[in-house]
């Protein structure tokens, strides 16, 4: 019985020496790069480092348009940091993650001064979570315990460190996202200095963190600080409106510190006409395999989102559910199928699906549309490492659409001149166009599925 025990043993623990060894992400070389302070009067220049030597980080004081050496030193990064902020006063810089790894190492943040390193922190002891080596640690503790307890207790006190093991390791990757190489865990944050602190808000924890810039240490943040940065960092998306209208990062900012004056402003972002669109994904294991061209919305989605939970937060169950399909409460979605003459090829210009409201003339310009370009946006099988293949009919799927009434067009705009993958979209001699639209009523927290659209009228 204890031979197996260890024998199954020995094998997590190997799944946990190699938990952390995955393909890396296609990352373009590390390249110098500057970054200035808010005010301009200062800039950080990095040289990326090469061959064991570290990278180096030179600083200068900037007026007019002439720079004049500051203070440099060799960074902790092993070859460059992610991001590089400098204070007002030139005395201070600190730095973000790592080129191509993000979020991983012992200097996801690092502090700096005239002397050098002041502080750096790993992404688990900023939140106080166990790092992979004491996870391994435990590991080795209990397998070493082994023989000092009895079957069914070192059952038990294995199976209890396997929850907590992938409790611990899952914790991250709960809250926010990350790739083969990387732990996201800036997104939809921001920071700015303050004083002596540089203050970073933390969304998936809805805080402020404060690093003293002075010691480097974390430091607790006060009532009326938060009051301040609050008001500080509202001011700043407030100022940029005009200019480049509300991000999502901006949206879920607002939803996190739900002030009331500002409910109007994410109201308003349910009707943003700013789409991603036109890229593919298979869906289901069917034999051939089945891709769909979708099209939606970070603003709308965030809105839709943060408007449903504004006097109810989500449990952690619904943030799970969540992550694999938001289902909108506020807007409505719509899945169709569109059969064309012949199955889309690669190259073959671009398929278009868009919707106009009822009524409204051909020549109006649709805010949900899907454009797909084939030679670029053409499905890839990553099993197979190639092109993948349409049929005749293929999916789309439009999500976040205000809820109404529209007609469904479609084109193949397959005969060049192509019209691109914005609108207005027109068909040309030789193209195919929809056989007629097809009328749909969008609802609020609907799904409409199973229409069919028949795109085989050849434009003659």
């Known amino acids: 019985m204890r031979t197996n025990f260890f024998r199954f043993f020995r094998a997590v623990l190997l799944i946990i020496s190699f938990a952390s060894r995955v393909t890396a992400d296609s990352w373009?070389?590390?390249?110098?790069?500057?970054?200035?302070?808010?005010?301009?009067?200062?800039?950080?220049?990095?040289?990326?480092?090469?061959?064991?030597?570290?990278?180096?980080?030179?600083?200068?004081?900037?007026?007019?348009?002439?720079?004049?050496?500051?203070?440099?030193?060799r960074l902790n990064n092993r070859v460059s940091?992610?991001?590089?902020?400098?204070?007002?006063?030139?005395?201070?810089?600190?730095?973000?993650?790592?080129?191509?790894?993000?979020?991983?190492?012992?200097?996801?943040?690092?502090?700096?001064?005239?002397?050098?390193?002041?502080?750096?922190?790993?992404?688990?002891?900023?939140?106080?979570?166990?790092?992979?080596?004491?996870?391994?640690?435990?590991?080795?503790?209990?397998?070493?315990?082994?023989?000092?307890?009895?079957?069914?207790?070192?059952?038990?006190?294995?199976?209890d460190f396997l929850k907590e093991y992938n409790k611990q390791r899952g914790y991250f990757r709960e809250r926010f996202m990350h790739t083969t190489s990387s732990r996201w865990w800036q997104q939809h944050s921001f920071g700015f200095f303050d004083g002596p602190h540089y203050c970073l808000w933390v969304d998936w924890e809805?805080?402020?963190?404060?690093?003293?810039?002075?010691?480097?240490?974390?430091?607790?943040?006060?009532?009326?600080?938060?009051?301040?940065?609050?008001?500080?960092?509202?001011?700043?998306?407030?100022?940029?409106?005009?200019?480049?209208?509300?991000?999502?990062?901006?949206?879920?900012?607002?939803?996190?510190?739900?002030?009331?004056?500002?409910?109007?402003?994410?109201?308003?972002?349910?009707?943003?006409?700013?789409?991603?669109?036109?890229?593919?994904?298979?869906?289901?294991?069917t034999v051939p395999a089945v891709y769909v061209y979708y099209s939606e919305s970070d603003q709308r989605k965030t809105a839709d989102q943060i408007l449903v939970d504004w006097n109810h937060p989500p449990s952690d169950a619904e943030r799970k559910r969540r992550r694999l399909?938001?289902?909108?409460?506020?807007?409505?979605?719509?899945?169709?199928?569109?059969?064309?003459?012949?199955?889309?090829?690669?190259?073959?210009?671009?398929?278009?699906?868009?919707l106009l409201e009822k009524g409204?003339?051909?020549?109006?310009?649709?805010?949900?549309?899907?454009?797909?370009?084939?030679?670029?946006?053409?499905?890839?099988?990553?099993?197979?490492?190639?092109?993948a293949h349409l049929e005749k009919n293929v999916n789309f799927s439009i999500r976040g659409v205000t809820p109404g009434r529209y007609d469904i067009h479609a084109i193949w705009d397959k005969v060049p001149p192509l019209n691109g993958e914005k609108p207005p979209f027109a068909s040309t001699k030789g193209d195919w166009v929809a056989d007629k639209p097809v009328e749909v009523d969008i609802k609020?927290?609907?799904?409409?599925?199973?229409v069919s659209v028949n795109c085989t009228k050849r434009v003659r």
Request: proline content about 4%; hydrophobic content about 35%.
């Open 206 to 285: 809805s805080r402020w963190i404060a690093w003293n810039l002075e010691t480097g240490k974390v430091d607790s943040v006060q009532p009326n600080q938060t009051k301040r940065w609050n008001e500080r960092a509202r001011w700043r998306v407030l100022s940029c409106i005009k200019e480049k209208g509300l991000t999502s990062s901006d949206i879920r900012y607002f939803g996190n510190v739900k002030d009331p004056k500002d409910k109007s402003l994410i109201e308003e972002q349910l009707k943003h006409a700013s789409f991603s669109t036109g890229f593919s994904s298979r869906t289901g294991n």
């Open 81 to 159: 940091p992610g991001s590089v902020h400098v204070s007002d006063f030139g005395n201070h810089v600190i730095t973000f993650d790592n080129w191509a790894s993000v979020g991983y190492g012992d200097d996801v943040v690092a502090i700096y001064n005239r002397t050098g390193l002041v502080a750096k922190y790993s992404l688990e002891s900023l939140f106080n979570r166990p790092s992979d080596e004491e996870l391994r640690a435990g590991a080795r503790k209990l397998a070493a315990k082994r023989k000092g307890i009895h079957g069914g207790d070192y059952l038990k006190e294995h199976v």
């Open 325 to 354: 399909e938001y289902e909108y409460r506020f807007l409505g979605s719509l899945n169709l199928s569109v059969t064309f003459p012949t199955a889309p090829k690669k190259g073959e210009g671009n398929l278009v699906v868009y």
């Open 28 to 73: 373009r070389p590390a390249r110098e790069f500057d970054s200035y302070s808010d005010a301009s009067n200062y800039v950080a220049h990095v040289i990326p480092g090469k061959n064991g030597v570290k990278p180096r980080m030179s600083v200068y004081a900037v007026a007019g348009g002439k720079r004049t050496p500051a203070w440099e030193t």
């Open 360 to 387: 409204a003339k051909l020549d109006a310009v649709p805010v949900h549309f899907i454009a797909a370009a084939l030679e670029y946006s053409y499905p890839y099988n990553f099993r197979n490492q190639g092109d």
């Open 444 to 450: 609020a927290g609907k799904v409409i599925s199973d």
